[in-house]
């Protein structure tokens, strides 16, 4: 079953941040939804960032913040941005080209 927007959302706002967020999001693009609502609880639909800073804060094994807890304060928000930010600047993306034949053979379970 697919998130329905929230309020919030619909009114240019996420409930997590409460930052603007893109009034031409809609219902077929939401954002995400909340990781603290996925275990029975009432889905939240949070901006793309809130997405990003909830999955990096699972990746560390760091408690989630508790929807009593929303907005979250700025000085979390920040602690949070600064996890993703050195996340990414140690990323490393690479691409390389294959051919048809190793592209199968990766399908087939033949690569690496």
């Known amino acids: 079953m ?13 409930p997590r941040c409460a930052a603007a967020v893109d009034p031409r ?11 603290v609502t996925r275990d029975g609880g009432a889905r939240v ?16 094994d760091w408690e989630a ?11 979390t928000l920040l602690s949070e941005d600064r996890l993703r930010l050195e ?5 490393v993306i690479g691409a390389e080209l294959i051919g048809a034949d190793d592209a199968q053979a990766m399908l087939d379970g033949e690569g690496e």
Not at 2 to 14: F, G, M, R, V, W
Not at 25 to 35: C, K, W
């Open 2 to 14: 697919d998130p329905q927007p929230t309020p919030d959302i619909l009114a240019n706002k996420c």
């Open 25 to 35: 999001l809609t219902p077929d693009l939401p954002g995400a939804t909340s990781r």
């Open 45 to 60: 639909v949070v901006c793309g960032t809130c997405g990003e800073r909830e999955a990096m804060r699972a990746g560390e």
């Open 65 to 75: 913040v508790p929807l009593t807890d929303w907005p979250v304060s700025i000085d």
């Open 87 to 91: 996340f990414m600047r140690n990323c």
